[in-house]
């Protein structure tokens, strides 16, 4: 079985390491491209770094939104004492720790938590909010919107949960996201990895959308491969693709290492 592994280029290879360690055959096809914002998405950035004191708690949807939001910050910004910074997940949370950001003043789900995602980070961090407080969701915008640094991209369930609590909610983009622009030559390699024995590893709803547009020409054979989804969300959107196989792993490098060889079990015994 064969592991393509489809993170964003700046994760990607340190996962397909991870899962060659682990004894896969994993290789990277980054399936999701990240994009510095241009004007006025730059601007707004600024803007938010000067008032980051206002609020209350700053939502960071994903590594990414942490590294492009602090790429913005002006020379000798600090994170403000009493704002605290909500990551759904280790990974994001990892990332506030080397941009700066204590410890103390981070909010992510427990290390046993079923899923890492809003509706998780909620049950963590939501008694922080009370009526009137400010809370800031950065994340992504989809490349080509008129103003992505408002706009912003992905599920409004946060969104509408703390204006349920009585906060007073903005969204700001931190960066763009797009499908990769491939060569006709790396259109043609990612086509050969469409296979029976392939085994797709989404973290993203809009890699699987990118990877179907990407090699229209090669939908059949993809659908005969498994794909591995660290969200059930991203596993419905997997079956909905059409995959034969659909694994939605649990948290961590070992849910995904033992949903890998969930897979791997079910190829083999079909072969």
Do not use: K
């Amino acid at each position: 079985m064969r592991v393509i592994v489809t993170r964003p280029a700046a994760e990607c290879e340190s996962w397909s390491g991870l899962l060659r360690q682990a004894g896969f055959d994993a290789v990277a096809l980054p399936l999701i491209a990240i994009h510095p914002l241009a004007e006025p998405g730059r601007a707004a950035l600024l803007q938010a770094w000067a008032g980051l004191g206002s609020w209350r708690a700053v939502m960071f949807v994903s590594a990414a939104a942490v590294q492009h939001f602090f790429d913005a910050a002006p020379e000798g910004s600090a994170w403000p004492a009493g704002t605290r910074a909500w990551a759904p997940g280790p990974g994001t949370a990892a990332v506030l720790l080397a941009r700066g950001v204590a410890a103390a003043d981070i909010d992510q789900p427990p290390p046993d938590a079923p899923r890492l995602d809003s509706e998780a980070l909620w049950q963590a961090a939501g008694h922080r909010i009370a009526p009137g407080d400010g809370a800031l969701i950065v994340r992504g915008a989809e490349q080509g919107q008129d103003d992505p640094a408002r706009a912003g991209h992905g599920r409004a369930w946060m969104a509408e949960r703390l204006c349920s609590a009585g906060a007073l909610v903005s969204t700001i983009a931190a960066y763009s996201r797009a499908a990769p622009a491939w060569t006709a030559t790396q259109a043609a390699e990612a086509a050969r990895l469409a296979s029976p024995d392939s085994a797709w590893v989404f973290s993203n709803s809009e890699a699987v959308t990118h990877l179907f547009a990407l090699l229209p020409q090669a939908a059949a054979a993809l659908r005969l491969g498994g794909a591995i989804a660290t969200h059930p969300r991203i596993a419905a959107a997997a079956r909905a693709a059409g995959f034969a196989r659909v694994i939605a792993a649990s948290p961590g490098r070992d849910g995904l290492i033992e949903a890998l060889h969930t897979l791997e079990r079910s190829i083999e015994s079909a072969g």
